[in-house]
């Protein structure tokens, strides 16, 4: 019989999966193995008729290069109970299987180290090597590589985000923007940067402050005081969904949101607009301060997670579909890939990631003592400064309640 891999796309898409599972293809079948995919993420391998498709040279070529994934994903994290009752030896000694290949985030990639140590203890030894992906950017690997999906969000939302702009200025409004961010506010400023908006809220800014609804408002609120001052009436804000994460319960029903979780335990942002709540909170503000402004609450979320893959993520995900057969070829297991700038393929093993403590992988920030951090803060972003204040007395009888570094206590 064949030697077979399997490959299976788990948690959330982002652009390049298809490119990744298709590369992956591309070369095995090249090197005489079958290629077996997996729907719906790690379901199929606890139960026992799982959805497989056979991928071939043809197919893998047809969907190299489109959005979404081929490969139905899925965000089934399976349980102790899964383990011990429902796991799918049959599937991996039946069809020959030799490595599983996983694409996805953090979760993905701890699931992924289970079943390979699960194998193990049932003599069954089986490599896994896990491709990181996620629009957030948000995975801590080396030297600010981007996770695969980043670049091309991030020009979606651009896009989106650009056009939005020009409304603004147009008809001399305000929008507010929430951009997807689980715990990093990567996409965010990212899209900030790039359109030059007079106002980036990420949960990384309060790192001297607690955040609350308040102070979210405040921020946005400063920098229309400010464009005002600069005889601008209108202007764009974005605002990064992760900022929820760090509000506290009581925060959370100052917002009005009743959220429900995912089955990781992450609050399940998608099911609410956070730019509609964001932009109710603030016509409320700007009621109570008696300034006439007319604001739009715009989201930009699922619209970029499918989109078709740049140029940047169709080479990157080409190179790390690759690299998973170097890799393998090597010996290497229980780790993820990793191509750096300059092509060249390297493991991460997921131990030395985790944290020891808890065994999950932290998130990496956005970097806010970088000098390009610095650069957006001091010359893009529009917002109220001690040398406003007078100015600014003819909106608001108290401006440095709006001062943007105090409110961030910076």
């Not at 090197?31 to 056979?54: A, C, M, Q, S, W």
């Not at 190299?64 to 139905?72: D, I, K, M, T, V």
């Not at 030395?352 to 970088?370: M, N």
Request: some cysteine.
């Amino acid at each position: 019989m064949k030697d077979a891999i399997a490959i299976l796309t788990g948690g959330g898409p982002a652009p390049g999966m298809n490119t990744v599972v298709g590369s992956v293809a591309k070369t095995f079948l090249n090197k005489g193995y079958r290629v077996i995919g997996l729907h719906e993420g790690y379901t199929g391998l606890f139960n026992p008729e799982p959805r497989t498709e056979d991928i071939s040279f043809r197919l893998a070529d047809d969907i190299f290069n489109r959005g979404g994934s081929y490969l139905q994903m899925s965000r089934f994290k399976p349980t102790d109970k899964d383990f011990e009752e429902n796991f799918n030896l049959k599937f991996f000694t039946e069809n020959n299987v030799k490595l599983l290949v996983t694409v996805g985030g953090d979760d993905t990639a701890s699931t992924a180290n289970r079943i390979a140590k699960f194998l193990e203890a049932k003599h069954y030894p089986i490599a896994n090597i896990h491709v990181p992906k996620t629009i957030d950017n948000d995975l801590p690997l080396p030297k600010g590589a981007p996770t695969f999906g980043y670049e091309s969000a991030k020009e979606g939302g651009t896009v989106i985000a650009r056009t939005v702009y020009a409304d603004a200025r147009t008809s001399g409004n305000w929008f507010v923007i929430a951009a997807m961010g689980r715990s990093a506010g990567h996409l965010a400023f990212g899209i900030g940067e790039a359109c030059h908006y007079p106002m980036i809220v990420i949960p990384e800014m309060f790192d001297k402050t607690e955040i609350t609804v308040e102070k979210i408002v405040n921020l946005v609120v400063s920098s229309i005081i400010k464009r005002k001052v600069m005889g601008m009436d209108y202007g764009v804000a974005i605002i990064s969904e992760g900022v929820f994460h760090a509000l506290s319960d009581e925060e959370i029903k100052k917002s009005g949101v009743n959220f429900t979780y995912d089955d990781h335990g992450h609050p399940e942002l998608g099911k609410v607009s956070k730019a509609h709540i964001f932009n109710e909170m603030l016509e409320k503000k700007m009621k109570e301060l008696k300034i006439k402004v007319k604001s739009r609450p715009v989201e930009i979320g699922y619209e970029v997670r499918c989109q078709t893959p740049i140029a940047y993520d169709l080479t990157y995900c080409s190179e790390l579909g690759m690299g998973v057969y170097q890799l393998f070829s090597e010996g290497k297991t229980g780790c993820m890939v990793y191509v750096d700038s300059e092509g060249n393929v390297s493991p991460l093993y997921l131990k030395d990631l985790q944290d020891p403590a808890t065994g999950k992988i932290p998130p990496r920030l956005v970097d806010i003592t970088s000098d390009k951090f610095a650069a957006v803060m001091n010359n893009i972003i529009n917002a109220v400064e001690p040398a406003d204040y007078e100015a600014a007395k003819k909106y608001v009888a108290n401006p440095e309640e709006f001062d943007f570094r105090k409110i961030l206590n910076w």
